[in-house]
């Protein structure tokens, strides 16, 4: 398979599907109930600038993401 692409590889103003999550435990727990999940389209709307944190539109919502948290998530 190539190489995985996360969410934190996504530059700002594109979209992406996520795929599947890969935390484990209380990391994965608060992405899913953030409302991203498999099938979910993720729009990068900004990112700090010193990278950290990422703002993303996921199902009409404008949440926050840090980079470890963005790297949980594989995208396509």
């Known amino acids: 398979m190539a190489e995985d692409k996360t969410l934190r ?10 795929r599947r999550l890969v935390g484990e435990g ?3 727990r608060r992405i899913m109930d953030m409302g ?11 990112v ?3 990278g950290d944190p990422i703002e993303v539109t996921v199902r009409g919502f404008e949440l926050s993401l840090r980079k470890d948290e963005a790297e949980n998530v594989l995208v396509a």
């Open 9 to 18: 590889d996504v530059a700002v103003g594109q979209s992406a599907t996520v």
């Open 26 to 28: 209380a990391v994965k």
């Open 36 to 46: 991203i999940t498999k099938g979910t389209e993720v729009l990068v709307r900004k």
């Open 48 to 50: 700090a600038p010193l």
